[in-house]
């Protein structure tokens, strides 16, 4: 599982000022943002998901 510990050990980052890491969105909470941009449409799975569908000003 990818969990904000791994991330941080992987990319080898520190907290700046303290400030705390905060862990990565689940799929489910990237699926749902994606779909409320307006995504032409519904997404179950984000390897569906293709830029040059969404609106890129």
Known sequence: D????TLRDALQITPVNNNAFSSPPT????INFVNDLGYP????NLSNVVTNDMFQP
């Open 2 to 5: 990818l969990t904000k510990d």
């Open 27 to 30: 799929p489910d909470a990237l």
């Open 41 to 44: 449409k519904v997404i179950r």
